[in-house]
């Protein structure tokens, strides 16, 4: 099986995550259906079939996030030596040759990513314009408005 890229803080996120499923959340869980159990009735208990409906929402996460996890490879920006190319982990500062703005992006895993954060995926179009680029180099990304350009300021590993 191919081995999916992470950084380090994405790996870190979904450690939290899965410590949080299996201390916080299955625990609740098993609570919420003991109790419901108490009641009586499981033909007609709304309590126990929600609880055993999250319950398998948690199971299913769980295990979603530990084979995530166990086929992760996990990329530490700060310890790349790329000479300056854009690569995954790497922090892009963009201008747009259109209109002047300037964008910060890192590029990251597709579960990392969060454009709000400035994250972006590396199966993403832009990303997959950046990659291999320099700085000073132009990028052109094929978006569904059309085609727009970019011109990559700065390449940082952090």
Request: net charge negative.
């Amino acid at each position: 099986m191919n081995k999916t890229p992470l950084t380090v803080s994405g790996a870190e996120r979904l450690r939290a995550e899965l410590h949080k499923l299996k201390t916080v959340e299955r625990p609740a869980v098993i609570n919420a259906i003991a109790e419901a159990r108490a009641h009586g009735d499981l033909s007609e208990n709304a309590e126990y079939d929600a609880a055993k409906e999250r319950q398998g929402f948690v199971e299913g996460r769980i295990r979603e996030i530990e084979g995530k996890l166990a086929n992760a490879q996990i990329i530490d920006p700060r310890l790349l030596d790329a000479d300056g190319r854009c690569v995954f982990g790497a922090t892009v500062e963009l201008e747009d040759m259109e209109s002047g703005d300037c964008v910060v992006y890192q590029i990251v895993g597709d579960d990392e990513a969060d454009v709000k954060e400035g994250k972006i995926s590396i199966s993403s179009p832009i990303a997959r314009a950046l990659i291999g680029k320099y700085a000073g180099d132009v990028a052109e990304v094929k978006a569904p408005g059309g085609v727009r350009e970019y011109e990559i300021v700065e390449v940082r590993y952090v």
